[in-house]
Every structure is written in structure tokens, then in C-alpha cells.
């Protein structure tokens, strides 16, 4: 499990390595271009019920920590896919890989024959 600090707070926002990895991509590119945007997040099992939304500006501090030392494989469809939505106006909302359609991957029939 992975974990970003956000603007100096004691209490990290976990997230599964994996996504990440994967929205740490996202993040920095945005960050980058000097881009501002927001990110969203159902509470995992365990914790309150809801969801939480931060506001990602680059002047804010911003710090990721990965359990896993390897890298994993990155999948630009799904960082496309939330790139994409980070441009959106209600900014990423951060969703397993599994719960996206195929189909927003950009993935065709064509795969399956």
C-alpha cells in the first residue's frame, strides 16, 4: 500500500501501489504544466464511509511513497484514462483498473480474435 503526503499532514492518503504508480504520472505531468485540479476517492473498507476530494495546486507540498520497492508496469490506458478526467471538471476520481469498460481503454474487438 503506497502513500501520499499531502501539504505537511500527519496522516497519509493510502493508496494501492499499483494506482499509484499510475497516478503518479498523472499528477506529475499536470503538476508540471502548472495545471491545477482536484482528486476524489471512495473511503477504503475500514475507515468512515465517503469519499474524499483534495484540491492538487502545484505550490502545495506533495510527497509519494511506494511499500514496494520495484516499479510496477505502467498501463497508458489507464493513465490516458485519468488524464483525461483530471482535465475534467470534476477532476480524477480514482478508480480501480478493473472497475473501468474496456472500451475506455481504447481496447478493440479486435484483442479477443
Partial sequence: MGMIY??????PIQIDDRALAHLKVVISTKLRRNESFTLSWQHPEG???GRT???LHPSIPLRFIFDDPAPVELR????????NSAS???GIMLV???V???LEFGESDDAER
Fill in 6 to 11: 499531502y501539504d505537511g499532514a500527519d496522516n
Fill in 47 to 49: 475507515d468512515a464511509p
Fill in 53 to 55: 476530494t483534495i484540491w
Fill in 76 to 83: 497508458s490506458e489507464w493513465i490516458a484514462a485519468m488524464a
Fill in 88 to 90: 475534467s471538471t470534476g
Fill in 96 to 98: 480501480p483498473e478493473d
Fill in 100 to 102: 473501468l469498460p474496456a
